[in-house]
Structure formats: structure tokens, C-alpha cells
């Protein structure tokens, strides 16, 4: 490989590295293989012509390639039904939708793995908005993890003594240190939950989560999921957007509220965007597996420079997001330039820590992407707090990870060293 201003030293530990990630990457081409057969399969059994790339303006009526898209969607995902739209600014713009669209006043909304996204504190009330949930009169609770797994006796406790509506379970880890939530205990604390009340809404934040394995949160009891189109579901294509996943009933309602009551999934005009959603699904399968690449290495070289990282690069993982715990200001600051200065777009950028809508503290970002904010492409940022966490995702593709984890590397040890 040639050099593009990476030292020797760096290239060598990478290139070290990498011989012993084959076996982990091995397993990684096998569910890739398994995620696109299931993909293909969807764009078979739901017979995608060149017709469905058409686009529709105005209301959007009689759109036949946003009907295929969502009818995709629903099988990949396992669900009855799911609503798939550009109308959706962001993954929290669906989550917020998704909690209007079920929640009512007097209603309680329970999370059982603690805080979630900084993003939602205004959603939900916990920090003062006048169109959170909690100026509806939606009463919300937590339940903080205990050793990266759920409080079971707590949430039991709960839902004994509380009629709760929705319990929302955030699978990926945000800006925090805890692990990632598996299927498996996912299908635990939903089993213990549905035993108890069959009529409470499991809601799963599925962000960073989809084609990781090979199966979603529907496939063990999820009454609902949501996800972001410039994550994993969006292949790097997609140009914005995001799902809902889930029971039909429940769909209707999250689609009335996006949209208008009476109209729901009738209306929302495509605007050219249905062949970029097409082969952003399409490609996902394989962009994903990139980026779990790219993680397992990274967590691979990092580690073997002392660094605490978690998952380690032979853990099961259950998102794309690797954390660097660097528990220091400067050594954050420095990876993340670099994985700026490896990027395609803005390269030349000098990233600074600043303050960003809905977050208390100031965030550093690396995002030299195609699709502003994309953290399917390869990417890096971390709030400026202790103990300094670095979270890398994505990677379009392996190669450019790796030469974008190199910058970073080289770049730290060059400016911290």
C-alpha cells in the first residue's frame, strides 16, 4: 500500500492487525450473504420494476414505488407493516413521531434502558420544552441497566403497580459506556413484559442495529421499530429519511401523525427519491458489513496501543459503533481530526468541539461524508465530558476504512505522542 503520508510504523501495526481479524471478517461475509439473499428476496417477492423509480409531486397520491419500498421494508424487517419516508428529517424526528402517535394524555412512558438519546430530552420533557410529551400530560419513568442488562425485578415491579402504554428500549448505547442490547435480551425482558401485560406497546429504538445479525427486534416480540435511512438501512445512499416497523395498527397511527388524520400513508409526495431508498436497501447488506469490518479493526489496533475499547474485536456485536475510550481531552480531539483528514468530503477541515442542537455538552464530529451527518459513512464524534469517548461508525467500504483508520491513528500518535 502505498504510503499517502501514513508512517510506516502505522501502516505495519495495521497491516498486522488485520491477519488477526480474518476470522471475525469471515464471519462477517457469511451474514452479508445471508442479509442480502433476505433483501433480494424482498425486491423478488414484491416485483420491482423501473416503474417504482418514478417520482410523484404535490400530495403524492397513487405512488406505487413508495407503496413497494414500504412493502420491502416490512419484509426485511419481519413486521406486518412499515412506513419508510424522506418526510422524516432525522432518526429522532421518527422516534418523536412514533411516541406522539402512540402516546395520548394521562399515558405513561417507560424506558427500561435508561436515559435515552441526548436528543430526546426535549422530546420527552426532561429538559423544559413546551411541545415535549410531558406538556401533553405524558408521564415518563426510567429504569436505569444494571451490569449492561436489564433490571428486571424493577421493571416487573413497575408494570405491576403502573399502567404503563409504551416501553421504549434504546438497543444502541448513545453517548455512554454500557453495552449494546442483544436480541437475546431483548426477547428476555419482552417475554417478562408481554406475561405480565400483553397490552403494553414494546417500542426498540433500532438505530445502528439493522443487518447486524440476522434478525430484528420484530422477530422476538417488538411491537414496533424505528430506524434512520443515513444509518445502516440507507446503504450510504439514501440522501435522508427514516422507518417504522411494526404492527399494522400501530403504523396507522404513527403515519396520521406524521402526515394528517384521515389521509395517513395516502399522502407524501416521493420528489425523485424512491431509486436512491431502492438501492440504499439494496446495498445495505454489504455497507454494513464494511462497517463492522472497519469496527473490528479499529477496536483490534486501538487496543493493541493500550487503549481501552469496547466491544473488543472478537465480541459478538450488536451495532456498528465502536467506542475508543480515550480518557483524555487531547487524544480525542486528535483521533477524530484524523478520521476528518481520511474522509472524502472536507478533508482539509480542522474539526472543532461545539455546541450542537440537543445536546448539553460540546461534541467533537468527524463526518467528511456525501450525506451530511450519514454515520453509516465512516465517521467519529464524542461529547467533550469524562471519561473521552470516541465513537467510529460506518465505512461505505472496508478499504476506506482502513486507510481513514489509519489517518486517525497516525494522527494521534504524531500529536499526542
Known amino acids: 500500500m502505498a504510503s499517502f503520508e501514513i508512517s510506516e510504523q502505522v501502516i505495519n501495526l495495521v497491516n ?27 425486491f423478488h417477492n414484491n416485483e420491482v420494476t423501473e416503474s417504482c423509480f418514478n417520482s410523484t409531486t404535490g400530495y403524492g397520491y397513487h405512488d406505487l414505488g413508495r407503496d413497494k419500498i414500504e412493502h420491502i421494508f416490512r419484509d426485511v424487517l419481519g413486521a406486518e407493516d412499515a412506513i419508510v419516508r424522506s418526510q422524516f428529517i432525522s432518526g429522532s424526528h421518527a422516534l418523536n413521531v412514533c411516541f406522539f402517535g402512540l402516546l395520548r394524555p394521562g399515558d405513561i412512558l417507560l424506558s427500561i434502558s435508561g436515559k435515552p438519546y441526548d436528543t430526546l430530552d426535549q422530546v420527552i420533557g426532561i429538559k423544559d420544552n413546551p411541545s415535549s410529551l410531558k406538556s401533553f400530560g405524558i408521564r415518563y419513568e426510567q429504569i436505569d441497566l444494571i451490569d449492561n442488562d436489564f433490571d428486571y425485578e424493577s421493571i416487573k415491579n413497575f408494570i405491576s403497580n403502573n399502567k ?43 438505530c445502528y442495529c439493522e443487518f447486524v445479525t440476522k434478525e430484528e427486534p420484530t422477530s422476538v416480540g417488538a411491537d414496533i421499530i424505528v430506524g434512520s435511512l443515513i444509518k445502516n438501512l440507507g446503504g450510504g445512499i439514501a440522501p435522508n429519511g427514516a422507518y417504522i416497523a411494526g404492527r399494522h395498527d400501530l403504523i396507522e397511527l404513527c403515519v396520521e401523525r406524521l402526515t394528517l388524520p384521515g389521509e395517513g400513508r395516502e399522502v407524501g409526495p416521493t420528489l425523485g427519491i424512491n431509486k436512491s431508498l431502492l438501492q440504499g436497501i439494496y446495498m445495505a447488506p454489504s455497507v454494513v458489513a464494511a462497517s463492522l469490518k472497519t469496527a473490528i479493526l479499529a477496536s483490534k489496533v486501538l487496543g493493541d496501543l493500550g487503549y481501552e475499547v469496547d466491544p473488543k474485536y472478537n465480541e459478538e456485536r450488536v451495532d456498528i459503533v465502536q467506542n475508543i475510550i480515550f480518557k483524555n481531552s487531547k487524544k480525542l480531539i486528535e483521533f477524530t481530526r484524523g478520521i476528518q483528514q481520511g474522509s472524502a468530503i472536507d478533508s482539509n477541515a480542522l474539526v472543532e468541539p461545539g455546541d450542537m442542537p440537543g445536546y448539553e455538552d460540546q461534541i467533537i464530529m468527524a463526518s467528511g461524508s456525501f450525506t451530511q451527518g450519514s454515520s453509516i459513512e465512516l465517521s467519529c464524534d464524542g461529547p467533550l465530558r469524562e471519561p473521552f469517548v470516541a465513537y467510529m461508525q460506518g465505512s461505505l ?21
Request: hydrophobic fraction near 35%.
Open 397 to 417: 467500504t472496508y478499504p476506506y476504512g482502513k486507510i481513514g483508520l489509519m489517518k486517525a491513528v497516525d494522527r494521534l500518535i504524531k500529536e499526542v505522542n
Open 164 to 206: 404503563v402504554k409504551v416501553i421504549e428500549i434504546q438497543r444502541s448505547k448513545g453517548y455512554s459506556t454500557r453495552k449494546s442490547l442483544s436480541l437475546e435480551k431483548l426477547a428476555k425482558v419482552i417475554n417478562m413484559i408481554k406475561e405480565i401485560d400483553s397490552s403494553i406497546i414494546v417500542m426498540v429504538d433500532n
Open 16 to 42: 498486522d492487525c488485520e491477519k488477526s481479524c480474518l476470522e471475525e471478517f469471515k464471519k462477517i461475509d457469511e451474514l452479508c450473504d445471508y442479509n442480502s439473499l433476505k433483501v433480494l428476496s424482498a
